[in-house]
T-cell receptor, first 113, second 116 residues
Framework: DAKTTQPPSMDCAEGRAANLPCNHS???????VYWYRQIHSQGPQYIIH???NNETNEMASLIITEDRKSSTLILPHATLRDTAVYYC??????????????FGKGTRLSVIA | GAVVSQHPSWVICKSGTSVKIECRSL??????MFWYRQFPKQSLMLMAT?????????EQGVEKDKFLINHASLTLSTLTVTSAHPEDSSFYIC????????????FGPGTRLTVL
């Protein structure tokens, strides 16, 4: 699976959009971009994933550049509860097998009142 | 959505004792479960992968005789930390993958182990 690079930390004002970048310049054509987050002392929570089109769900939007070498997770109106470590993971989508998610260091997002 | 539970949520034990952590998939069948460990201010590190009815596959550097994993059913996997020592104190997280072929991994809430 391709390697990802994320800034170690970011701050965001409450109510503003939080834009979390992720670089994955070695991504392959069949690799998806996944985002998870981990609130302190909890298990990771799935947020969103995408291949090449932009995706949106009730939690966030995922913007993937045309060359797919980077992406941005957008939390449109950040709240204090969004304070967490956000992990960008690139991997092939598998329908079977034992390949687990591998976590990098992620971005620690602090939402400030 | 798919729910994974862990029990206990936290445990304190004396050095030299064994501790068992349960991981259950509540509303789906999990052919594969993964166990992670997380030290303070660090990322999750994969310890092992277990498939129902077969032996677990351990990551390099993880002692299989110390961290016993049993995946006896499609909804339950257990991790037993044998002869625990203070350096085993950590946050243990399990994850389950659906038997239905979907690629999503669902995570439990984690178990905080403190060894005195």
């Amino acid at each position: 699976d391709a390697k990802t690079t994320q800034p170690p930390s970011m701050d965001c004002a409450e109510g503003r959009a939080a834009n979390l970048p992720c670089n994955h310049s070695t991504i392959s054509g069949n690799e998806y971009v996944y985002w998870y987050r981990q609130i302190h002392s909890q298990g990771p929570q799935y947020i969103i994933h995408g291949l090449k089109n932009n995706e949106t769900n009730e939690m966030a939007s995922l913007i993937i550049t045309e060359d797919r070498k980077s992406s941005t997770l957008i939390l449109p109106h950040a709240t204090l509860r969004d304070t967490a470590v956000y992990y960008c993971i690139v991997r092939v989508r598998r329908n079977s097998g034992n390949t687990p998610l591998v976590f990098g260091k992620g971005t620690r997002l602090s939402v400030i009142a | 959505g798919a729910v994974v539970s862990q029990h206990p949520s936290w445990v304190i034990c004396k050095s030299g004792t064994s501790v068992k952590i349960e991981c259950r998939s509540l509303d789906f069948q999990a052919t594969t479960m993964f166990w992670y460990r997380q030290f303070p201010k660090q990322s999750l590190m994969l310890m092992a992968t277990s498939n129902e009815g077969s032996k677990a596959t351990y990551e390099q550097g993880v002692e299989k005789d110390k961290f016993l994993i049993n995946h006896a059913s499609l909804t339950l996997s257990t991790l037993t930390v044998t002869s625990a020592h203070p350096e085993d104190s950590s946050f243990y997280i399990c994850s389950a993958r659906s038997a239905g072929g979907a690629d999503e991994q669902f995570f439990g809430p984690g178990t905080r182990l403190t060894v005195l």
